[in-house]
């Protein structure tokens, strides 16, 4: 496996941990993930997919 497909895991697998730190308002540690997703979008040139839920947010 290389290293961009590892960073794409990776960010998948921390977006759905995202959303269950989220659900206990955890927000400090939420902050750290998606930090830490960020970094690693930057790191691998990987773009921000935004969700459904996110452009509702935004619009609204």
């Not at 290389?2 to 989220?22: G, Q, R, T």
């Not at 830490?36 to 452009?55: C, G, K, P």
Request: proline residues 0%.
């Amino acid at each position: 496996m290389n290293k961009d497909a590892i960073a794409n895991s990776l960010i998948a697998k921390l977006s759905a941990h995202l959303d269950e730190i989220e659900v206990i308002d955890a927000m400090v540690a939420a902050a750290h993930v998606e930090a830490a997703i960020d970094a690693l979008r930057r790191q691998f040139a990987i773009a921000n997919e935004v969700s459904n839920t996110d452009e509702a947010t935004q619009d609204g």
